[in-house]
């Protein structure tokens, strides 16, 4: 099982990108919460937004109103909308979600390799 991340780069602020994290590996593997996480230079990893399985979503409030989380569940693929990007929201992104490989095992957590997102002024 794995988490494959893709959709950073470099945007002048007040732009826009679209990140994409999609899971894969067992053809019978179920996912459950998924999220996005950043970590910026000499920063702690911080939660940016959830989304549950049936679509509840939960956002820090540094990026309410600016970012939006979907998913896809038939493609096991989430995504984070990126909108008025702001120098302070350079970071590697990274994805997170809850995988079972079948049923009858128990939710992991796994994580993405991480997308890096810079944002110049």
């Known amino acids: 099982v794995q988490l494959q991340a893709s959709g950073g780069g470099l945007v002048q602020a007040g732009g826009s990108l679209r990140l994409s994290c999609a899971a894969s590996?067992?053809?019978?593997?179920?996912?459950?919460?998924m999220g996005w996480y950043r970590q910026a230079p000499g920063k702690q990893r911080e939660l940016v937004a959830t989304?549950?399985?049936?679509?509840?979503?939960n956002y820090a409030d540094s990026v309410k109103g600016r970012f939006t989380i979907s998913r896809d569940n038939a493609k096991n693929t989430v995504y984070l909308q990126m909108n008025s990007l702001d120098v302070e929201d350079t970071a590697v992104y990274y994805c997170?979600?809850?995988?079972?490989?079948?049923?009858?095992?128990?939710?992991?957590?796994?994580w993405g390799q991480g997308t890096q997102v810079t944002v110049s002024s």
């Open positions: 997170n979600a809850g995988i079972r490989e079948r049923i009858g095992l128990p939710y992991r957590g796994y």
């Open positions: 590996g067992s053809a019978r593997l179920s996912v459950n919460g």
């Open positions: 989304i549950t399985s049936i679509g509840s979503t």
